[in-house]
């Protein structure tokens, strides 16, 4: 293969335990670069007022911001994806995901078997190490974390 696309490290945090309790939020290696995350959440209240901060960083001496950050609502998301970038990162894992339907969310929020796919990101990164940095945004307030780090390595 000619490029190594992988997960390195996945942390999950809620900060409202009465709204989002995580249950699980890991990677498993199925084989040397392919590397699953699982998440599990279960959302206690319904919500259809979710904003999403994305940012990606680069490592480089520690992580660096790099190419973007932005702010998605994800609740317009849902119903007609608008957001380049956002398009690309859900892409990646829809299929593996029952997040797909229009708000409100309430219940179990599941993410299974999702390992990246250089074919499905359609694009090719300088190689390093990167960190993807979501905050879940409920009703205005920080409501829970997850920061995805990856490697991309066009293997010469
Ligand atoms: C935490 O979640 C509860 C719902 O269970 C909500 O009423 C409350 O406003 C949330 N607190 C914060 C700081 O967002
Ligand atoms: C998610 O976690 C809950 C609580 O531990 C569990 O009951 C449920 O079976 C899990 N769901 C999946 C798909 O793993
Ligand atoms: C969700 O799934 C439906 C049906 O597969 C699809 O038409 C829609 O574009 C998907 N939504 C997003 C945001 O990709």
Redesign the pocket.
């Known amino acids: 293969e000619a490029v190594i696309f992988k997960f390195t490290n996945a942390v999950c945090e809620s900060y409202n335990k009465s709204w989002i309790v995580i ?2 939020c890991r990677l498993y290696a199925i084989s040397r670069n392919k590397i699953v995350f699982n998440f ?1 959440g ?1 959302m206690l209240h319904p919500c259809s007022h979710i904003f999403i901060d994305g940012q990606l960083f680069k490592r480089a001496n520690g992580y660096k911001p790099w190419l973007f950050k932005a702010t998605l609502d994800g609740c317009r998301f849902i119903k007609k994806s608008y957001n380049p970038i956002a398009i690309l990162i859900f892409n990646l894992f829809k299929e593996f995901t029952n997040i797909n339907h229009t708000c409100p969310y309430v219940g ?1 929020q ?1 993410i ?1 078997g999702f390992y990246l796919r250089p074919e499905k990101l359609g694009l090719v990164l300088p190689s390093g190490e990167y960190l993807l940095a979501l905050t879940w945004l409920f009703e205005k307030r920080k409501q829970f974390i997850t920061n995805l780090y990856f490697s991309f390595t066009e293997d010469l």
């Open positions: 249950h699980n599990n279960t179990p599941i299974e």
